[in-house]
């Protein structure tokens, strides 16, 4: 931190103690910030990635003649979409968390093989996924039966048919609804701090907790923080829906 | 293998008492009828008389319920039938065009001879450069379908169909979606194909089309042929009552 910054914010916490900006002059409260930042971002981007894979193979699931299935995924979006998502990270970690193995490296403590980052990033991941699921299966039956007959009468395998055709403009489709749902999705990854999951969230409140003073400025941080993080991510998205726009189609 | 008995004397396309219903609705109500190598073939009559579904079903993009179609010795009615075989050999245009949006209209002419018969990109090429000029669009090939005309489309869906060097081609109302003045330049590729020698089965609401290019004239109503010959005879003395209340509406 350079140090006319922290003289400022020192400064500026003496003349208005309602604004301590500490984590800007005491570097152990510095940490504190950063290691929410990185925490934050890491649930992010697995989470983001993870749903979608989760939302292709769902779709994916769906379109497939077995009817178990289909039944499977439908059950699956059922669930996740229609209870919290704060509930399904308590249900994981608290619930599921009793069940899962456990092992110990020194023979005492008894660590549990998934972390509550990982109950978190899993919770999370399906949660989103489920709304990803509906968003690209909308996206493939956009694509009209006329253009799928038209690949077919031109020799097109089923598969062909799909890695070709249907997908491309499914995804074009899903695009603006994928972007929606991935913003709600970084937002929601501040529930983890519920089940005590170091992110942003969590790093800031403790710091309040601890100095209260800070409180106004940490609220403000937060504010901050993820007005840019979703900033990058619809900028991310939206030059890439303009990178697969196609001329003369759709509006 | 049921494949390839079929020698030059035989019909290219060999209809016999076909019978499709879709649901309680019987469409096809037993029609039968032959198509020399080389013939040019048109179907017209009201709408809803099964014009359409009867190209489909040639194509296989509908299924019979009884009868046979034979295309170049292939049984479509056969459950073993190698669809792939048979629309290597069959190409189809389709009222609305149906061309893959997000490709140019070169790559949709490309697409189907290097995924289905996987000959080399060079090779797929120069065959879809020649064919882009012989519908004359040139100077559109990497134009993409929306920023083409209905006509223009439809001369690069024809040149798409085209492209799997087909044995018979099926156009199902390829003009009932254009404006009086398109009709024109799609007639007039229609008509290079016959000039060549290219088999042709045309669903046709163009009268004078007909009259011209056709070698044959089938007059289809509620499911059955009701009154065919050559133009000539066909036109000037039909003798079902049906065919000549049609007649008088149209020309």
């Known amino acids: 931190m350079p140090e006319f910054i922290s003289i400022f914010f020192l400064e500026l916490y003496k003349n208005d103690p309602k604004w301590n900006f500490i984590f800007f002059y005491d570097s152990s409260q510095a940490d504190r910030v950063i290691e ?23 779709a ?10 289909r039944l499977l995924v439908q059950g699956y979006i059922q669930f996740f979409r229609n209870t919290p998502p704060l509930i399904q990270l308590l249900f994981f970690y608290f619930a599921l968390g009793q069940f899962t193995p456990t092992y110990s490296p020194d023979g005492w403590l008894e660590i549990p093989i998934i972390s509550n980052v990982g109950w978190a990033i899993i919770s999370l991941s399906f949660f989103a996924g489920a709304f990803n699921v509906e968003i690209f299966r909308s996206g493939i039956e956009a694509v009209p039966e006329s253009t799928k007959e038209a690949a077919e009468s031109l020799g097109f ?38 089940i005590a999951v170091p992110e ?18 940490s609220m403000l941080l937060l504010f901050v923080v993820y007005i840019t993080l979703v900033a990058i991510l619809v900028f991310g998205i939206h030059s890439w829906e303009r990178s697969v726009r196609i001329p003369g189609y759709g509006a | 293998m049921t494949t390839n008995n079929w020698t030059p004397e035989q019909p290219i396309v060999s209809v016999k008492d076909v019978h499709k219903s879709f649901g309680e609705l019987e469409v096809l109500k037993g029609i039968s009828f032959d198509v020399m190598k080389g013939e040019v073939i048109c179907i017209i009559g009201p709408s809803g008389s099964g014009k359409s579904t009867l190209i489909r079903c040639i194509n296989a993009l ?22 792939l075989e048979l629309r290597k050999n069959v190409g189809m245009v389709f009222q609305q065009y149906n061309l893959f949006p997000h490709k140019t209209a070169i790559e949709n002419i490309m697409m189907a001879p290097m995924l289905v018969l996987k000959e080399s990109k060079e090779e797929v090429l120069a065959k879809a450069e020649a064919l882009v000029s012989k519908v004359r669009l040139d100077d559109k090939k990497n134009s993409y379908p929306g920023e083409l005309s209905g006509g223009q489309q439809q001369r690069v869906a024809i040149a798409r169909s085209l492209a799997m060097n087909p044995d018979v081609m099926l156009f199902d109302e390829v003009t009932a979606a254009l404006d009086p003045e398109t009709v024109k330049e799609v007639l007039v590729t229609i008509q290079d194909l016959a000039a060549e020698g290219m088999t042709c089965i045309l669903v046709t609401h163009e009268m004078g089309f007909a009259r011209e290019l056709a070698d044959h004239i089938y007059f289809t109503d509620r499911g059955v042929i009701v009154e065919h010959g050559p133009p000539a005879t066909f036109f000037e003395k039909a003798e079902d009552p049906r065919t000549k209340e049609f007649l008088s509406q149209i020309l």
């Open chain 2, 62 to 83: 509908n299924d019979i319920n009884s009868g046979s179609i034979k295309v170049h010795g292939l049984e479509v009615n056969d459950p073993d039938l190698n669809k």
């Open chain 1, 36 to 58: 929410g930042f990185w925490m934050t971002l890491e649930l992010a981007v697995i989470c983001v990635i993870l749903s979608v894979v989760i939302g292709v193979v769902g």
């Open chain 1, 60 to 69: 994916w699931m769906q379109n497939q003649p077995n009817k178990i299935l």
């Open chain 1, 157 to 194: 395998s089923h598969f062909q048919t799909y890695r070709y055709i249907v997908l491309p403009l499914a995804f074009r489709v899903s695009l603006p609804a994928l972007n929606n749902n991935l913003v709600n999705l970084v937002k929601t990854t501040t529930q983890a701090m519920a």
């Open chain 1, 200 to 217: 942003l969230l969590y790093q800031m409140v403790s710091i309040y907790n601890d100095y209260s003073t800070a409180m106004n400025a």
